[in-house]
């Protein structure tokens, strides 16, 4: 009989969090919730705390910390809030599964608690892997923790894999959805609103993810991801847009041969396969039908529309803290966007301009990404400023 895994949500009220908590309330007799934490939206970290009963519920806001200690007052679940304590709360030895499934930079420290610990990680957080690449993967080594990937084309890629010998490998094949703006002209996308941006044609995904998606930056991350993911170099890793969003990545292989994995634009489904331990959970949810799919079309990726896409070759071939940089300078960029405080192509602008104003470090320390971080989004924000 299989053992309850208990679980460590980072990010659970959303996109992600979410969904995990569906599969969670899927499988009662095999998953529980043992830390529940969110960034700033209480409401509705009470309500999950209140249904799912977990030891601990975390707020990183401290100052929605009263609020969530008050409504959860008389239960038998403890509350904290801030950095500190999310990190603490990954290296519980109740936890045994840690999904980060927070988005941005935030999920860097909490995942390097979590490998310190030796966890099993369901990896949602691409940024981890963004930022700090190298460094997660030099500890991983040292480390019993073992990362599953929960980004469909990544899990995609994960199970193309199994079997595979490494030495195969000619080429990953990312697949992306081309985002709202795939057909449009350039002249349309310099003058795009943040509705159009959302208007995300085939994944319901929170607002910055999805302006990610509107850009591309969210398919040259994953470049970067994948890069560090399965040891692959740059050079054997590419986009193809694929409009219908039903092959999630492609491995091709030194004989000729593609392997693809196809499925719904659902996420519970790559959540399902990582919390499962790579194993396939049955469910009755509805299952891909070919015949409703007749053409599958691919597209080569347009990076005079969509330049962000060129970043991760970039960030790649430097190293060091460019990407680190392009994270940051991508975060402070996409909220001044939603905030209509710049436009949709100011975003790439900011990130490029962002980079020529912060110190390369070639070989840095958490401490160093640290700083950078800082940094980048100091330097992005006054670099908004100016241009407004």
Not at 24 to 33: L, M, N, S, W
Not at 178 to 195: N, Q
Not at 226 to 254: K, N, T, Y
Request: net charge negative; hydrophobic share 45%; proline share 4%.
């Amino acid at each position: 009989m299989i053992s309850r895994q208990k679980i460590a949500l980072l990010g659970s009220t959303g996109s992600i969090g979410t969904q995990t908590l569906d599969i969670v309330a899927e499988y009662p007799d095999r998953f529980g919730v043992e830390v529940l934490v969110a960034g700033n939206n209480v409401d509705l970290l009470i309500k999950q705390a209140l249904k799912h009963k977990p030891q601990w519920a975390i707020i990183a806001n401290e100052s929605q910390y009263n609020a969530l200690k008050g409504a959860l007052a008389g239960t038998s679940i403890n509350v904290a809030c801030g950095r500190q304590a999310i990190c603490e709360a990954m290296a519980l030895d109740s936890v045994d599964v840690v999904v980060t499934a927070a988005v941005g930079y935030s999920g860097l420290e909490p995942t390097i608690s979590a490998i310190k610990a030796g966890k099993r990680i369901a990896l949602a957080n691409k940024e981890t892997l963004v930022v700090a690449g190298e460094l997660i993967t030099s500890m991983l080594q040292h480390s019993a923790s073992t990362i599953i990937p929960v980004d469909s084309e990544h899990s995609a890629i994960y199970q193309c894999l199994v079997g595979e010998e490494p030495q195969s490998i000619r080429k990953l094949i990312i697949t992306a959805s081309g985002g709202p703006f795939r057909t449009k002209s350039l002249d349309f996308i310099k003058t795009a609103t943040v509705e159009d941006a959302l208007n995300h044609p085939n994944w319901s995904m929170g607002s910055k993810i999805t302006i990610d998606s509107a850009t591309m930056l969210n398919k040259a991350f994953e470049i970067i991801e994948a890069r560090w993911l399965f040891g692959i170099e740059a050079s054997q890793i590419e986009a193809v847009v694929h409009p219908q969003s039903i092959i999630h990545s492609m491995v091709e292989f030194v004989d000729g041969s593609v392997k693809a994995q196809l499925g719904l634009p659902d996420m519970h489904l790559p959540i399902r396969y990582a919390l499962g331990e790579a194993n396939r959970l049955t469910t009755d949810a509805t299952p891909l039908r070919l015949a409703d799919y007749a053409n599958l079309t691919f597209e080569t990726p347009d990076t005079q529309r969509f330049p962000c896409l060129n970043l991760a070759y970039h960030a790649l071939e430097r190293g060091g803290n460019t990407a680190c940089v392009i994270n940051a300078a991508n975060e402070i960029a996409v909220a001044a966007f939603l905030n209509r405080r710049i436009a949709f192509l100011d975003i790439y602008d900011t990130i490029v301009t962002t980079l020529d104003k912060i110190a390369f470090i070639e070989n840095p320390t958490f401490e160093d990404f640290v700083n950078t971080n800082t940094e980048a989004r100091l330097r992005a924000e006054e670099i908004i400023k100016n241009r407004i």
